[in-house]
């Protein structure tokens, strides 16, 4: 992909894949355009050049919303719920294309974040940041997406919170998704992922599995010493 | 280099269309029409200053032009001393105790910081100062009304040369902008917009109720001209000359000579006003409007006074339009409240300064010329039009009276439709904005 | 005991149903104005001109079912126009945006320019409303004119007071109570409501969750010729249509819009209220409602009018400012945007 907000790109010709029931991560530090990849991918920003392909057919030149149909997910990082609406009605929002199975898709997205169950009722504004982030997950997964995209969804989350957060994610992947993570906090992201994207200025600059980036030396130090 | 041509064209294109209105239809016309865009160009360079260059969305235009217009009642009317002596003791000390309480205010404002006790305080501030203000200020309102309503009814002027009271109408209009910024100043610009109409409103109802300041709808006329009139230069001989060399009567070339007079003073108001604002723009001044504009948060995270930078636009704008509204009332002669409404004042300034090319002033200029001329035209030539067809149709015929009816509203529909179509195909207007980068010359 | 009942009849007759009245008119128009900012995202300067070309559509198909002979019985034809009045103005809105608004909004435009946008729109639709009636404007009010006239009024309790009852009004209150709760139930239950709701909460959100934008701005602008349409005709019916008459429309309604919040419906009907009401409260005649209750000696000699009549228009200007000024979120807290 290349591509950027006007004026000069951010990404210059980076690719990612990911399979299903796989976990991929992208880290890299910042500016790299991790997030921007991302939302090149949901099509929120126009590619001046490259493509989008899901589940083998190309997606580039749908609108976001189409996207969602085919069966991409996003989770953006920042305003990822509906504020005024309650869990509810934000879950409902994600059944908007998948009536039929909305009622299923529920019970399975409050069997994995049960405390969404329990606030079903609450004004999504209300909620904490963690629970924040469990509804912005939760309603993703509403959508029935082949493949999911979260852009760093442990941001401003409390260290052990973020271990329950991963062992989410790797309940969701089990489901037969296709995750895809971009985030801050690479040393734990990896842990968790199959395959791991590092991104410098837009291009691919390492890839490898999840504990071959951890173990490799020079992407140890050039960038996961420098996270706090 | 083209494009400093191309600027020079299209003046000169103006020039012609108005040249060619004084060969075809009258040369009275024709100067009437340049009188009111000089006019017009003012207030655009003063909207100018706000959207172009600051940014800034002032919907409260006529507020502006309606304070400046009161300001050469206030200034160069003569004065009803009669009025004065019943009541203008009694007007200073309302004023007087007015100022006190607001400063009391803000004092209190800022001097008591426990919420509890502040909110009382301030409270009985307002409360004792309307009072006490109040006690003043309706009986010598009621007194200067009484007195000769017919022919009076308000306090008059200072009596002072209209120029003074020009200068006066950018002093009183700065003078109520500058409260205006401070308090809107925190807006978002939805928020400015809705704010600052209703203002603007709220102005133009007190000059339509407060008969002792302007005698409110009952109108103020005869107002003093730096001109001479029609009638006194009539009989002088070089324009009897004149006028039978160009084969008019006395009457038409005097009036034409005394329009212009106006023209060259008019014209004379808009250079200074032209210069001082070029100038500024090419100051650090300039530079640092254009940089808040194209980039708020950038700028405040600099550290640099956004809120300041906006206030002293808003001013320095709102003054100049207000010189527009001076100017205005005193070509007219009178000061009309009810004649300010937002179509005329507001909306199509701001078309003027769109199609002419926001952010710059040669555009501001330009546009007024060209929109006034067409807003005129499309009433005087529309009319004429539909005679032309109509002359076709049989007299009272149902679809002669429509056309007849039709041209002035069309009118709205045509300024409505430049607006959308040149912020569609041509945003940046007929003379766009440069930008500051030279290149070549 | 009569002169509270004397008093309380004044008080209704002339400052709480017309209070109603205009609160309903106002609401149905704040509420409009309100849809139109928290989806589209911008304050629509053309809204008061919206109410008035309804209006005059509905006008003008009432002036042709009249010829042809067509009428509603006790109630004003215009009733039985307005279907029709609804769909045309639909069709304008719809233009318009399809024409004007929409390239603008796939550029992410700022919205002062959809401001400027609204206020060429609001100049065409000027002239178009005064070459469709005239701008003269004309009066449509036919059918029964009073449920309840003053003389039946007395006659049936025997007050010196009369509570007249016109049927203009019984009308903008029903119809404005009906609207507005068939808003909020489709807003609150259907599908395409909540999709309203989600996407004037977080755009982008709304996008990721599937929702065709186009579709939603295109039932927005639907609404909205239902409630200016409606709001216009109600206003019409109870004053006369003149097109200058709408044009002072507009900031009572942007008025009660902020006042209750931008953005926010229940916040619409609540500032349509706080508005009208101030405006015919602040320049009431408190006097005769003070002397019914009031023992003889302490009866007030001034007609008791805060206010003139004349600052009627300047009064909702003037909550305007101030709660902007003070609480710019509006006293139901508006969309932040």
């Known amino acids: 992909m290349i591509g950027g907000y006007g004026g000069s790109p951010i990404l210059n ?20 355009g991790k997030s921007t ?10 590619l001046t050049s490259g493509n989008v392909v899901l589940a083998g057919k190309s997606i580039t030149t749908l609108p976001t919303q189409m996207r969602v149909k085919a069966g991409m997910a996003l989770v953006p990082q920042n305003d990822n719920i509906f504020p005024t609406m309650t869990v509810r009605e934000n879950l409902d929002m994600g059944a908007l294309l998948s009536r039929d199975t909305a009622a299923q898709t529920m019970k399975e997205v409050f069997d994995l974040f049960p405390i969404l169950a329990e606030k079903r009722n ?12 469990q509804l912005a997950m939760g309603r993703a997964l509403m959508t029935r997406p082949t493949a999911l995209m979260l852009d760093e969804p442990t941001a401003g989350v409390s260290p052990n919170v973020m271990d329950e957060m991963f062992e989410k994610i790797r309940g969701v992947a089990e489901l037969g998704l296709a995750v895809l993570i971009v985030e801050q906090n ?42 706090s | 280099m083209i494009t400093r041509h191309r600027d020079i064209l299209l003046f000169l294109g103006m ?77 200073l000390v309302a004023f007087v105790t007015a100022l006190v309480t607001v400063i009391a205010y803000i004092f209190a404002k800022g001097y008591f910081n426990d919420a509890q006790y502040r909110w009382m305080i301030l409270f009985g501030i307002v409360v004792v100062g309307f009072y006490i203000t109040q006690r003043f200020f309706f009986p010598a309102v009621a007194a200067i009304e009484g007195f000769d309503a017919v022919k009076y009814g308000n306090i008059g002027g200072l009596g002072l040369p209209t120029p003074v009271a020009w200068f006066g109408g950018a002093l009183l209009a700065g003078l109520v902008a500058w409260p205006v910024a401070k308090l809107t100043g925190s807006l978002r610009t939805d928020y400015l917009a809705v704010a600052t109409f209703g203002i603007s409103e709220i102005v133009v109802a007190v000059l339509k109720n407060e008969d002792w300041l302007a005698r409110g709808v009952k109108n103020i006329s005869g107002l003093p001209r730096p001109v001479p009139y029609e009638v006194d230069i009539r009989a002088l001989e070089w324009i009897q000359n004149l006028a039978t060399s160009m084969d008019m009567s006395a009457r038409d070339m005097s009036s034409i000579v005394v329009k212009l007079c106006y023209a060259g003073l008019f014209l004379v108001v808009l250079a200074l006003v032209y210069w001082l604002t070029e100038t500024l723009q090419r100051a650090p001044w300039g530079r640092m409007m254009r940089a808040i504009r194209d980039n708020e948060d950038a700028a405040m995270a600099m550290g640099k006074d956004v809120e300041g930078r906006h206030r002293q636009a808003f001013v320095l704008g709102s003054a100049i339009v207000g010189i527009g509204g001076a100017m205005l009332v005193t070509l007219d002669g009178q000061f009309t409240p009810g004649s300010y409404q937002p179509l005329r004042f507001t909306f199509i300034i701001w078309i003027m300064v769109i199609v002419g090319g926001s952010g710059n002033y040669r555009g501001a200029i330009l546009g007024a010329f060209v929109i006034w001329f067409a807003w005129i035209q499309a009433e005087t030539g529309g009319a004429w039009v539909a005679g032309l067809l109509a002359e076709n149709l049989t007299e009272g015929s149902a679809a002669r009276d429509v056309i007849e009816e039709s041209a002035a509203y069309l009118r ?11 912020m569609r195909f041509a945003p940046h207007g007929l003379i766009p904005e440069k930008t500051h980068t030279r290149v070549g010359n | 005991m009569t002169d509270i009942l004397n008093a309380l009849v004044h008080l209704t007759n002339l400052m709480i149903l017309p209070g109603l009245a205009y609160a309903s008119q106002l609401a149905l128009g704040a509420m409009g104005v309100t849809l139109i900012f928290s989806v589209l995202r911008f304050s629509n300067f053309a809204h008061a001109e919206t109410m008035s070309l309804g209006t005059a559509f509905c006008i003008i198909v009432t002036l042709w079912f009249q010829q042809l002979g067509i009428s509603f019985g006790f109630l004003p034809t215009a009733l039985l126009a307005l279907p029709f009045a609804i769909v045309l103005t639909a069709i304008f809105l719809i233009l318009s945006d399809r024409m004007v608004y929409r390239h603008f909004r796939r550029r992410n435009a700022k919205p002062e320019i959809f401001m400027i946008l609204s206020s060429g729109i609001m100049l065409i639709i000027n002239g178009m409303t005064r070459l469709l009636v005239g701008p003269k404007g004309r009066i ?42 068939v808003l909020f139930w489709f807003l609150k239950n259907t599908e395409t409501g909540k999709s309203m709701r989600a996407y004037s909460d977080n755009r982008d959100l709304a996008l990721l969750s599937g929702v065709d934008p186009e579709r939603i701005v295109f039932i927005t602008w639907i609404l909205v010729a239902v409630l200016a349409t409606l709001g216009g005709v109600l206003f019409g019916l109870d004053k006369g249509y003149r097109p200058f008459v709408f044009q002072q429309l507009l900031l009572p309604v942007f008025a009660a819009a902020v006042v209750g919040g931008l953005g926010n419906q229940v916040g619409a009907i609540v500032g349509a209220v706080v508005i009208a009401f101030s405006e015919i409260g602040l320049t009431f005649a408190w006097k005769r409602f003070f002397s019914y209750l009031l023992p003889a000696d302490l009866e007030p000699t001034s007609m008791m009018q805060i206010l003139s009549t004349e600052y009627k228009f300047a009064v909702s200007f003037t909550i305007l400012v101030l709660v902007l000024l003070f609480k710019p979120s509006g006293l139901m807290g508006g969309s932040q945007r």
């Open chain 3, 140 to 181: 449509i009010d036919d059918g029964e004119r009073f449920l309840v006239t003053a003389r039946e009024f007395k006659e049936w309790s025997g007050l010196a007071e009369a509570l007249v009852i016109k049927n203009t009004v019984v009308l903008t209150i029903i119809i404005a109570i009906f609207i507005c709760s």
């Open chain 1, 37 to 46: 990849a991302m939302k090149a991918i949901a099509g929120m920003l126009n």
């Open chain 2, 412 to 422: 709205y529909v045509v300024m409505g439709l430049i607006l959308i179509l040149v």
């Open chain 1, 13 to 32: 010709g980076c690719t990612i894949s990911v399979d299903r029931g796989e976990i991929a991560v992208v880290v890299g530090p910042n500016g790299a």
């Open chain 1, 186 to 227: 690479a040393a734990s992201a990896l842990e968790v992922a199959d395959i791991g994207y590092v991104l410098v200025e837009g291009r691919n600059r390492f890839t490898g599995s999840g504990q071959d980036l951890l173990n490799d030396p020079e992407t140890r130090r050039s960038f996961l010493g420098a996270h």
């Open chain 2, 15 to 91: 020039a012609l269309l108005l040249i060619l209105v004084g060969v075809f239809q009258s040369w009275q016309l024709a100067l009437t029409i340049f009188n009111l865009c000089v006019i017009s160009a003012v207030m655009s360079i003063g909207v100018n200053v706000q959207w172009g260059v600051a940014g800034m969305f002032n919907v409260g235009t006529m507020g502006f032009a309606a304070l400046g217009g009161l300001a050469v009642v206030l200034f160069s009317a003569p004065p009803v001393t009669e009025a004065w002596s019943l009541g203008g003791p009694g007007l």
């Open chain 1, 122 to 133: 609450q004004i999504a504004g209300q909620l904490s940041g963690g629970q924040r982030q």
